[in-house]
């Protein structure tokens, strides 16, 4: 992340690379509003907003050059998940979360999260319950954790 750049806090990062107020009808804070029956590219937003909001792009993208995988998780990445969410947590900030795992977006390892990692037992989080079938379903704060 340092080689990027990026500041030490979302608010910093936000404030240094542009400010203004967050809402989805001018998700880049350019002034114009996006009328009714425009649609908002995700992707190409979370694009243009690399330094401003590194968490969104790391959403959707990898970082530049270094190619996206689409396969099954390795055995190898499955550790560096694990090495990654016991250093920063996990469960919030997935863009940033993914940064750390090569080749892999942060939508991949919310997946990867919910599908694999709780349903085996690897992690224990207080914000899911399980179904009887074993199906993690969130029941926490829909807030961001900080």
């Known amino acids: 992340m340092e080689k990027h750049g990026f500041e030490t806090s979302a608010a910093e990062a936000w404030e240094k690379n542009g400010g203004g107020s967050f809402s989805y009808k001018d998700p880049l804070g350019t002034g114009k509003k996006k009328g009714r029956a ?6 190409a937003i979370a694009k243009e907003m690399f330094k401003k909001n590194p968490n969104a792009y790391f959403y959707r993208h990898t970082e530049p050059g270094v190619e996206q995988l689409t396969n099954e998780w390795s055995e190898e990445e499955k550790k560096l998940f694990l090495e990654t969410a016991r250093t920063h947590g996990c469960g919030d900030k997935w863009g940033l979360f993914a940064s750390y795992i090569p080749h892999r977006v942060g939508y991949q390892c919310s997946n990867f999260y919910r599908s694999v990692v709780l ?3 690897l992690v224990f989080d207080e914000n899911y319950q399980y179904t009887p079938s074993g199906k993690p379903i969130y029941c926490g ?5 900080g």
């Open 38 to 43: 425009s649609r908002t590219d995700a992707k």
């Open 119 to 121: 349903p085996s037992g």
């Open 141 to 145: 704060s829909h807030r961001s954790r």
